[in-house]
Nanobody, 124 residues
Framework: QVQLVESGGGLVQAGGSLRLSCAAS????????MGWFRQAPGKEREFIAT????????YYADSVGGRFTISRDNAKNRAYLQMNSLKPEDTAVYYC?????????????????WGQGTQVTVSQ
């Protein structure tokens, strides 16, 4: 199993930026990809972005393309989500996730480990 701890959430005004960080521990050698999902109150969990651990290939949801950037630091077993030009509709709990198998990476079923989540609130 891989354990994940997110940090970096908080309150920001619309148009501002935040950088989320995710620290992985445990069986990190088994990581194929790390990613981020979010869930707003009353809404389904939504895929945001993912990045492969070895090749660094990244994929994004259309809703955040051009505003969010995912990156990783293999040596530190960390992944990051840089969020710019934030909008009130970006308000949600953001979850860091890990995939070992590397399939269905745009769906929640594709991920084996989930963090506890970090709250991001964007005010008008």
């Amino acid at each position: 199993q891989v354990q994940l701890v997110e940090s970096g959430g908080g309150l920001v005004q619309a148009g501002g930026s935040l950088r989320l960080s995710c620290a992985a521990s445990g069986r990190t050698f088994s990581i194929y990809a790390m990613g981020w999902f979010r869930q707003a109150p009353g809404k389904e969990r939504e895929f945001i972005a993912t990045i492969t651990w070895s090749g660094g290939r990244s994929y994004y949801a259309d809703s955040v393309g051009g505003r969010f950037t995912i990156s990783r630091d293999n040596a530190k077993n960390r992944a990051y989500l840089q969020m710019n030009s934030l909008k009130p509709e970006d308000t949600a709990v953001y979850y860091c996730v890990v995939s070992r198998l590397g399939s269905r990476l745009s769906t929640a079923d594709g991920y084996d480990s989930w963090g506890q989540g970090t709250q991001v609130t964007v005010s008008q």
